[in-house]
């Protein structure tokens, strides 16, 4: 029976249902949403993998160079999104201690952001349910993870 390839600890990167995740040094998260079209293009990519046009979508994929639907980063200095926009891609950048609540919205479809005394804002409303969830649920578990321990990893 073949041994299976093992699971290195240096590899910080996991991509699932068009979700990019990636630890920072300092403990924080950055979680980068792929279009919805490029996801399918990655899904295409895994159906034929091992066929002979497995090649050519996976060249297609390289050259096309997807715009985010958003970019989350959470680091013990900071919080960023970054959303696409009409001028090109739209930043805020809050301090990580301003940062009052991150979580998946209750009441309807999104992810909620409270920056106390701020901003209250919901992001990617239109995305599957179900992996708005989990990416809220990713970045509530990583805020509360950095405030337990304040002082680690800084």
Do not use: C
Not at 34 to 56: C, H, K, M, N
Not at 121 to 143: K, R, Y
């Amino acid at each position: 029976m073949p041994e299976s390839t093992p699971i290195l600890p240096y590899a910080i990167t996991d991509t699932r249902n068009g979700v990019v995740t990636e630890s920072t040094p300092d403990g924080g998260i950055i979680i980068t949403v792929l279009p919805t079209q490029f996801r399918l293009l990655d899904e295409l990519a895994e159906l034929v993998s091992g066929t002979p046009i497995y090649d050519p979508i996976d060249r297609l994929r390289n050259w096309i160079k997807p715009v985010p639907r958003a970019v989350i980063t959470l680091t013990r200095e900071t919080l960023t999104v970054t959303v696409p926009g009409d001028g090109g891609p739209f930043t805020r950048t809050y301090p990580f201690d301003a940062v009052g609540e991150i979580r998946p919205n209750r009441y309807s479809n999104g992810i909620y952001f409270s920056i106390t005394g701020l901003d209250n804002f919901d992001l990617l409303t239109q995305h599957d349910p179900a992996v708005v969830n989990s990416i809220g649920q990713m970045i509530n578990e990583t805020l509360l993870r950095m405030r337990s321990a304040p002082e680690a990893n800084k």
